[in-house]
Every structure is written in structure tokens, then in C-alpha cells.
T-cell receptor
Framework: GNSVTQMEGPVTLSEEAFLTINCTYTATGYPSLFWYVQYPGEGLQLLLKATKADDKGSNKGFEATYRKETTSFHLEKGSVQVSDSAVYFCALSDLVGGSNYKLTFGKGTLLTVNP | KAGVTQTPRYLIKTRGQQVTLSCSPISGHRSVSWYQQTPGQGLQFLFEYFSETQRNKGNFPGRFSGRQFSNSRSEMNVSTLELGDSALYLC?????????????FGPGTRLTVT
């Protein structure tokens, strides 16, 4: 079945540091890939997405490129801020039974950014 | 456009009781999914409804059930509550389009079982 593996957290960085959160996936088809973010006490928010190989999703300074050859979708940001402190989830969607889609999530990575 | 809403936001129940949680999806979205989030197990898929039919189901006992109404609003029910059911329950809605199945989440219902 489909699965998503994220780097173990927690990740602690200083403000303006470079961020990478690794994500790799296993899927039988051609999934779409997503990064979601969860701020303390809130639900998940869609951060960015990519629907096919070599697509780059980007939003709020975050980027991730769909790499089919390495089955990866690593999240990067050049300069993190304290307000980026949150839990980040990598996810994929793929066809189930040929007729509908299902999302599979990674376990999440807690990011803490210190001033 | 209003987002996904969930009610109530917080609940405290006693072991053995039952509970019903409600979710209103984004207008026009026909797919509603439910997830349980706990510190130990992370985000676990419960079930998904589309046009009033359960389309996908996760690996949870029969005490967990759900339904969807004709206006796409959904409810989930947990009977005979156990301490381990304490969790954040998240609802998400989706407008399936062209293979990009992105979900939009509500703020969640925090259930505490004592």
C-alpha cells in the first residue's frame, strides 16, 4: 500500500536559518503530493502541492519539488521565522480501487524556530 | 467562502458514554473525511463519505461510525467511549478534481474521555 516517511523531529532552528524537512513516499500509481502545516491548537492547513513529476509547489517562502526518480518531496525554506514554528505533514493522494482518491499522511515533523 | 466548521470544539465525556461530532464542509464539497490525531499514533484515517455513502474506511473498531447527509454535512459517532479515544478529531472536505485530491481541514474537536 501507499506510505509516506518523514524525517524524525523535532527540528530546532534559529531565526533566518535554512530549513529542510525530508519526505519520501511509496505509491503504486502517480500520486499528487502535499505539505500541510498545523499550528498549535489548530487544524491542518494546506501549505503547497505538486501534481506531477518535476512540479515545484511553493507558498509563503516554502518550496518542494516532486522527484519521481527518488520518490521524494522535500520541504525547504531559505530563511525561517519564529512564526513558522508548527508541525509539518507530508501527504500523498492516489487512486483507490480505480475510482476515488485517498490521502496518506506522514507522521509529522515538529519545527521550533528560536529568535 | 466559509471554511470547514466543526462542532463542538471541546468535549469532555465519561468512559462508557457515547458522543456525536459534527462537520460542515466547504460549500460545494461532496467528500468529507474524518481523522483521529493523538500524540502517540499521529494522524489516523477513520473514514470518508461521498454523496452520503461511505467510500473508504480506516482500521478502527465498529464503535466508530459516521454518516453524511444530503447537504454533505457529516457526523461521526463513537459509542462506549474508552480512555484511549481521547484525541483531536479532524474533519476535512474535498472537491475532487483532476486527480489532485487536496483536503481542507476544520479546526477539530478536542475530545477528552475521563
Amino acid at each position: 500500500g501507499n506510505s509516506v516517511t518523514q524525517m524524525e523531529g523535532p527540528v530546532t532552528l534559529s531565526e533566518e536559518a535554512f530549513l529542510t524537512i525530508n519526505c519520501t513516499y511509496t505509491a503504486t500509481g502517480y500520486p499528487s503530493l502535499f505539505w500541510y502545516v498545523q499550528y498549535p491548537g489548530e487544524g491542518l492547513q494546506l501549505l503547497l502541492k505538486a501534481t506531477k513529476a518535476d512540479d515545484k509547489g511553493s507558498n509563503k517562502g516554502f518550496e518542494a519539488t516532486y522527484r519521481k526518480e527518488t520518490t521524494s518531496f522535500h520541504l525547504e525554506k531559505g530563511s525561517v521565522q519564529v512564526s513558522d514554528s508548527a508541525v509539518y505533514f507530508c501527504a500523498l493522494s492516489d487512486l483507490v480501487g480505480g475510482s476515488n482518491y485517498k490521502l496518506t499522511f506522514g507522521k509529522g515533523t515538529l519545527l521550533t524556530v528560536n529568535p | 467562502k466559509a471554511g470547514v466548521t466543526q462542532t463542538p470544539r471541546y468535549l469532555i465525556k465519561t468512559r462508557g458514554q457515547q458522543v456525536t461530532l459534527s462537520c460542515s464542509p466547504i460549500s460545494g464539497h461532496r467528500s468529507v473525511s474524518w481523522y483521529q490525531q493523538t500524540p502517540g499514533q499521529g494522524l489516523q484515517f477513520l473514514f470518508e463519505y461521498f454523496s452520503e455513502t461511505q467510500r473508504n474506511k480506516g482500521n478502527f473498531p465498529g464503535r466508530f461510525s459516521g454518516r453524511q447527509f444530503s447537504n454533505s454535512r457529516s457526523e461521526m459517532n463513537v459509542s462506549t467511549l474508552e480512555l484511549g479515544d481521547s484525541a483531536l478529531y479532524l474533519c476535512a472536505s474535498s472537491l475532487e478534481r483532476g486527480g489532485s485530491y487536496e483536503q481542507y481541514f476544520g479546526p477539530g474537536t478536542r475530545l477528552t474521555v475521563t
